[in-house]
């Protein structure tokens, strides 16, 4: 089993819509959660960083993580085709690497 | 934010060849890089950690002769792919942190350089 899973997609919503992306972990001791845009042929980009669990919101985007059914989501609200990317979640142990999941590749249309 | 820069962005290279990948940090000083891989539609995976200063950190199954990691500095870590394969190619990515472990907020990526070899 991997310790990050994730479903691959590709994922359609058309603008507008609310965008849910999910990942679960399978290592009950990662305490950092942490969501990544990357646009094609560029490096992931830091969107959303949440510690243990909770909710964490910045404009347009929401991160959920349950540490007890450890899943970890992000909510993307009033999708724009801008945000047409790969999700990368990640998780670690502070002292520890980075464990990413494989990303979730998401198309929003005009 | 902090700036990371990769040179180059894209390579094609013979196989055989040695191919040699900058990683800058370009407005902080990062005491710890990493080095990534990506193949399409899979998940970044971590090759190695590099300390300035110190021997790089290579995890299992990397092969340490193959990829040849240097950090000269606090802004330059150089990843070298020696005798390179068609196996190879693929995307290449670093990142910078300012501590010798990050949480998820100190942890910044480079652009990721394409490797193609044929």
């Known amino acids: 089993q991997k310790e990050v899973e994730q479903d691959p997609g590709p994922l359609s919503v058309p603008e507008g819509a609310i965008v849910s992306l999910n990942c679960t972990y399978s290592?009950?001791?990662?305490?950092?959660f942490m969501w990544y845009r990357q646009y094609s042929r560029k490096g992931p980009e830091l969107l959303m960083y949440?510690?243990?669990?909770g909710n964490k919101e910045d404009g347009r985007f929401t991160a959920q993580v349950d540490k007890s059914s450890k899943y970890i989501s992000l909510f993307i609200r009033d999708s724009q085709p801008s945000d047409s990317a790969t999700y990368l979640c990640?998780?670690?142990?502070?002292?520890?690497?980075?464990?990413f999941g494989p990303g979730t590749r998401l198309s929003v249309l005009p | 934010g902090a700036v990371v820069s990769q040179h180059p962005s894209r390579v094609i290279c013979k196989s055989g060849t040695s191919v040699k990948i900058e990683c800058r940090s370009l407005?902080?000083?990062?005491?710890?890089m990493f080095w990534y891989r990506q193949f399409p539609k899979k998940s970044l995976m971590l090759m190695a950690t590099?300390?300035?200063?110190?021997?790089?950190?290579?995890e299992q199954g990397v092969e340490k002769d193959k990829f040849l990691i240097n950090h000269a500095s606090l802004t330059l870590s150089t990843l070298t792919v020696t005798s390179a394969h068609p196996e190879d190619s693929s995307f290449y990515i670093c990142?910078?942190?300012?501590?010798?472990?990050?949480?998820?907020?100190?942890?910044?990526f480079g652009p990721g350089t394409r490797l193609t070899v044929l």
């Open positions: 407005d902080f000083q990062a005491t710890t």
């Open positions: 990142s910078a942190a300012t501590g010798t472990r990050a949480p998820g907020g100190e942890q910044f």
């Open positions: 590099s300390n300035e200063g110190s021997k790089a950190t290579y």
């Open positions: 290592n009950s001791a990662f305490q950092y």
């Open positions: 990640a998780a670690h142990n502070y002292g520890q690497n980075f464990v």
């Open positions: 949440t510690y243990s669990s």
